[in-house]
């Protein structure tokens, strides 16, 4: 079961009990970070557990950074455009 601990902006600290991802959430859809190009799938779906492959699992420690310095990112962006 994917749960989601904590969110920033429109991304989402997520674990599926053995590892931690960062994901990014569109129009109410998962994607991986830094893959957003493909359809988003939901929690339910067979499929998510795609979420959590290869370089996507990452240690809590690190996801939580991860989270903090994107969701970070993304605020100085939203500031420079205003």
């Not at 009990?17 to 990014?24: I, Q, R």
């Not at 994107?70 to 420079?80: C, F, K, N, Q, V």
Request: aromatic content about 8%; some cysteine; glycine content about 8%.
């Amino acid at each position: 079961m994917i749960t989601i601990e904590a969110e920033q902006e429109h991304y989402c600290l997520a674990t599926n009990g053995e590892a931690w991802t960062v994901l990014e959430r569109r129009a109410g859809k998962y994607h991986p970070f830094g893959n957003c190009s493909g359809p988003g799938v939901t929690f339910d779906d067979p499929a998510a557990e795609a979420l959590f492959r290869g370089g996507q699992r990452l240690p809590e420690p690190h996801a939580r950074r991860l989270l903090a310095d994107i969701a970070e990112e993304w605020r100085s962006l939203l500031e420079h455009v205003r």
